[in-house]
T-cell receptor, first 110, second 113 residues
């Protein structure tokens, strides 16, 4: 069964910390995505990548960066965590129709 | 006008009911239409996808697309408590790419035993 694995289910970080969220897929997909999901706002695209070392900004890239050094791994970086970045973060990958999502990382910034 | 509109609910139905979930969209060039199911504290999972207008059936689930009205629906027959989840519609923008989906905000469904 295909899988997208996010390294942490729950994280608590302090304001100002640099935070790394890791995502690994085992399907050899070219495309990978990072979303955040908030009540009433739905899924919002932060960054996506169509290939190794490629990245494109999504709808809300401010305060985030990404890294894709290997095809299977796509990392989301919060340069200096703030309380308004408390959210559920979802990684996804695809090649054709539809995305495969990870289980999500619930990040709390205190 | 938002690109994809979806009633957030919550929608509560008794077990065995027929459930109808709906989305409207504004861009007539959208190509692929999908439904995702998301259980609490989990990531969304793809339920169904379709390209053309009409119906597509998979077990108790039927996806319906009406491109002329820019309206899509998901019907669940004989609903079960295990169907309790948030359902998100999604669609692809024009250009042929099947990435960069545009999502509705989701409808929360509760099926009561």
């Amino acid at each position: 069964d295909v899988k997208v694995t996010q390294s942490s289910r729950y994280l608590v970080k302090r304001t100002g910390e640099k935070v790394f969220l890791e995502c690994v897929q085992d399907m050899d997909h070219e495309n990978m995505f990072w979303y955040r999901q908030d009540p009433g706002l739905g899924l919002r695209l932060i960054y996506f990548s169509y290939d190794v070392k490629m990245k494109e900004k999504g709808d809300i890239p401010e305060g985030y960066s990404v890294s894709r050094e290997k095809k299977e791994r796509f990392s989301l970086i919060l340069e200096s965590a703030s309380t308004n970045q408390t959210s559920m973060y979802l990684c996804a990958s695809n090649r054709g129709a539809g995305y495969t999502f990870g289980s999500g990382t619930r990040l709390t910034v205190v | 006008q938002k690109e994809v509109e979806q009633d957030p609910g919550p929608l509560s139905v008794p077990e065995g009911a027929i459930v109808s979930l709906n989305c409207t969209y504004s861009n007539s060039a959208f190509q692929y239409f999908m439904w995702y199911r998301q259980y609490s504290r989990k990531g969304p999972e793809l339920l169904m996808y379709t390209y053309s207008s009409g119906n597509k059936e998979d077990g108790r689930f039927t996806a319906q697309v009406d491109k002329s009205s820019k309206y899509i629906s998901l019907f669940i027959r004989d609903s079960q408590p295990s169907d309790s989840a948030t359902y998100l519609c999604a669609m692809t923008p024009p250009g042929g790419s099947q990435g960069n989906l545009i999502f509705g905000k989701g409808t929360k469904l509760s099926v009561k035993p």
